[in-house]
């Protein structure tokens, strides 16, 4: 056996394991549903924890050049050098522009595990459909995992912050 093929059975085993705590196969998906949610999203936030530690220096130093910038252009503004301002005002936005995608680049490292949660619940429960209450066009056959996984998903994000934001204060 090669060492994908065994990284992948040995997470296979802990990934399915929640799936088969209750006798229940209903209560077992949702179970299991929710906690591959939970690992989702602790991974994540894990991951941007540790994006966040190293580069919080850069992100203040761009927000401290942006506010510097900004500041040095208004002052041109008041002096009355439009010429400078337009020049300051432009190497304000540009460091503005840096600090704000790198901030965009750090937030995403909290989603990077969702593909690799959907890629696993593709490969075991890729048959499963769930029957929709109503008759909804282009949804007769019912709905897939995706369908529960990404709402849960969302759901388990915003008690984890609210959890994490209650016990910070």
Known sequence: MDFVTG???????????PYRWPQNPVLGWWLGTFILALWTTLLGRTTMSLVMRMNLSHV?????ETSMRHNQSMNALKAGDKESYKA???????AYGKTFFLQVAMAAATLWPI?????WLQLRFSEVRFPLPLDIPLMSNGVGYAFVFIPLYI????????????SSN
Do not use: S
């Open 7 to 17: 990284l992948i059975n040995g997470v296979d085993q802990i990934l399915i394991a």
């Open 60 to 64: 203040k130093e761009g927000l401290a």
């Open 88 to 94: 300051i005002n432009r190497l304000a936005n540009e």
């Open 115 to 119: 593909p690799l949660a959907l890629g």
């Open 155 to 166: 759901l388990v994000r915003i008690l984890t912050a609210k959890v994490i934001n209650l």
